[in-house]
């Protein structure tokens, strides 16, 4: 999913509460951007993006397609428009695929969560529901373990753990769903009250400026802004405001139903493909903003919104087309359609891809692990969010990762990424994040981000490591612009060498007040800073491959006469 397993994209969703969010010391305006600044010269433990572009001021830069799989992208957008990626064999609107890659009409990349009719796969199931249902004919009741095979065994294990989930999330999301219930029915009748009252389209800055003539315009006011100030997107309109909430509060039925009804197949009745055939891999369609384009947008946004054009926000990098795949539903992705997100990347280009996503099953790891040994073959770097359910992944399942299945090999061209914040922000670790010593590399800012959002020319603040990641890709895309003859492992390397350890006790993520080490969190124990990784980069002899050609087509076999081996 969206990375919003406990915090919905844009604000921290507590599982007994309604809403929390981040408690800071200035004013929004004052946090536009931290992200990019200087602990020293602005006061922020950002990462010195400004410093880091003056060190390269006299390096040439080469373009970099970095592949944002998400949720879609607002291909509209004022500040995005000009950093998309359009797939230069292929002409727009005509039904043929001119590029022969096997996707009609691939402009700006492709979205695995559509039909070839038209429609657009909105929202999804969870992976815990979808193998828990799979397998409880099989394994409720009394199991004699010792008589299953190895096989048997392993899903008997995830058979249980599935089973612990959704019992556990079904009960607190039946709380989650008593106690919004309420707020959910008053809100489509309250939007209506203030299109007709106040505008048609209005953000939550709007609706402080507006005066209610009645009790029954108060309560709408109350209701909406307690929306806009619960997912902190004061700068969103309604519209995104009641389409957010509304799919929040329809995940949560989703899993407190979970536990007794088998979910519907909401993916197949759209895609229609055969989707235990990974070679049928050729479904979907072009639409790569389709209804969904939030999360994609503000991450796409944090990456490489246009730098210097005067509106809206800057991007970490400045040459950098957005390559949108759209394979990330409302609930848990399929893994097939990352795979082949992952393989539609490298093919097409990509050198970095941002995956802002996760989940705690991987039922068919092999297809995802074979995708990321394939983008390791052809120099591509893969971005991960570590997740928003401070735990410890070390010890908890988070995927995708890049560890592989069937060896005990880790794949060397994965980075993965936590949030961080500033003091300023509430605390300099998000207390969402996931964290580890061993699988987490390092942290990036992740709380307070403002970015690009759906509407045209809409900005508003979203948190979460999927905010994070896309900081990290920003930062890889800027290393290789500069320094293009780099490997993914150089880049990694450049990144994590660049850390900065804040030696400072922490509030540790997913507790009250329990302290830590900021550098027990993470394998490099530091926070990333642009300027520190691209002094590293100029240091180093690039390794990278020249690019290698496309495989020739086969020719028969010559006949020859069978002999006898010797």
Request: glycine share 8%.
């Amino acid at each position: 999913m969206q990375l919003k397993k406990v915090l919905l994209v844009s604000s921290v969703f507590a599982l007994t509460s309604a809403f929390t969010f981040a408690q800071t010391s200035v004013k929004d305006d004052q946090l536009k951007g931290w992200h990019l600044k200087d602990q020293q010269t602005d006061g922020f433990y950002g990462i010195s993006m400004d410093k880091a572009f003056e060190f390269v001021k006299n390096r040439k830069s080469t373009t970099v397609i970095v592949a944002v799989i998400d949720s879609g992208i607002d291909t509209l957008h004022e500040d995005l428009k000009p950093v998309l990626w359009r797939n230069p064999k292929e002409i727009p609107g005509n039904g043929i695929d001119d590029d022969k890659n096997g996707y009609v009409d691939d402009i700006y990349g492709w979205n695995f969560l559509g039909g070839k009719d038209g429609r657009n796969v909105k929202e999804d199931s969870y992976e815990a529901a979808r193998l828990y249902h799979a397998l409880k004919k099989k394994y409720s009741g009394e199991v004699d373990e010792s008589k299953l095979s190895p096989i048997e065994k392993e899903e008997y294990r995830i058979f249980k753990k599935a089973q612990g989930d959704i019992e556990h999330g079904s009960t607190e999301a039946q709380q989650q769903v008593l106690f919004l219930r309420g707020l959910y029915t008053k809100t489509i009748p309250s939007d209506s009250i203030l299109k007709l009252r106040f505008k048609p389209e209005y953000t939550g800055n709007d609706l402080i400026t507006f005066k209610p003539a009645n009790s029954k315009e108060a309560d709408a006011k109350s209701t909406m802004f307690s929306l806009f100030k619960g997912f902190d997107m004061m700068d969103a309109t309604n519209t995104t405001i009641v389409e957010e909430f509304s799919s929040y509060y329809k995940g949560q039925e989703k899993k407190a139903e979970a536990s007794v009804s088998a979910p519907k197949d909401y993916r197949g009745e759209i895609v229609k493909d055969n989707y235990y055939d990974f070679n049928d891999r050729f479904y979907g369609n072009g639409d790569v903003m389709a209804s969904t384009p939030f999360h994609g947008t503000h991450v796409s946004g944090i990456i490489a919104a246009a730098r210097n054009n005067g509106i809206g926000v800057d991007g970490v990098a400045n040459n950098v087309r957005i390559m949108s795949i759209r394979a990330v539903p409302d609930g848990d992705e399929h893994d097939k359609d990352i795979a082949l997100a992952i393989r539609y990347a490298v093919d097409n280009g990509a050198k970095i891809i941002n995956m802002s996503f996760g989940k705690s099953f991987s039922p068919q790891k092999k297809w995802v692990d074979d995708a990321v040994r394939y983008a390791q073959s052809k120099g591509v770097l893969l971005v991960h969010a570590a997740g928003n359910d401070g735990k410890n992944v070390d010890s908890t399942e988070n995927y995708p990762n890049p560890n592989f299945a069937d060896t005990k090999m880790k794949a060397s061209n994965f980075i993965t990424v936590g949030a961080s914040g500033d003091p300023k922000t509430g605390g300099l670790a998000a207390d969402f994040s996931n964290y580890g010593k061993n699988e987490v590399d390092v942290f990036a800012p992740g709380v307070k981000i403002y970015s690009t959002i759906p509407g045209g020319n809409t900005y508003g603040f979203a948190q979460g490591t999927s905010m994070a990641s896309p900081v990290v890709a920003g930062l890889a895309a800027f290393i290789l612009s500069y320094y293009p003859d780099l490997t993914p492992e150089q880049v990694k390397y450049c990144i994590e060498k660049g850390a900065q350890n804040p030696h400072m006790q922490v509030t540790k993520p997913g507790t009250e007040n329990e302290k830590e080490d900021f550098a027990n969190f993470s394998r490099t124990g530091g926070l990333i800073n642009a300027y520190e990784a691209v002094k590293v980069a100029a240091t180093l002899k690039g390794e990278r491959k020249e690019e290698s050609k496309p495989t020739p087509k086969p020719q028969p076999k010559p006949k020859v006469k069978k002999t006898k081996k010797g």
